[in-house]
């Protein structure tokens, strides 16, 4: 996969994750999934944990862009 397109696929999964709100979930609905949303997110974790070890062993550091904001990608 070339370069352009991991930057894509990471932007991809930004835009679809600023597309994601439980605020408007009811307590219940939100309890009922739970165990679901957990595993997501552990998993969400994991990859970003991952992708950034990948980045710092080429001896590169991951970091908050001057413009702060996930936004200014979109």
């Known amino acids: 996969m070339s370069t ?3 930057i894509a696929r990471l932007d991809a999964a930004v835009s679809a994750l600023l597309g994601v709100s ?3 979930w009811s307590e219940e609905s939100l309890r009922a ?3 679901e949303v957990s595993v997501a997110l ?3 974790d994991s990859a970003l ?3 950034a070890d990948e980045v710092r062993a080429h ?4 970091e908050e ?8 990608r979109t």
């Not at 001896?59 to 991951?62: A, D």
């Not at 862009?65 to 200014?72: E, H, L």
């Open 4 to 6: 352009n397109e991991v």
């Open 22 to 24: 439980v605020s408007a």
């Open 33 to 35: 999934q739970l165990g």
């Open 42 to 44: 552990c998993a969400i």
């Open 49 to 51: 944990a991952r992708v």
């Open 59 to 62: 001896g590169l550091r991951v």
């Open 65 to 72: 862009p001057a413009t702060a904001g996930v936004s200014s």
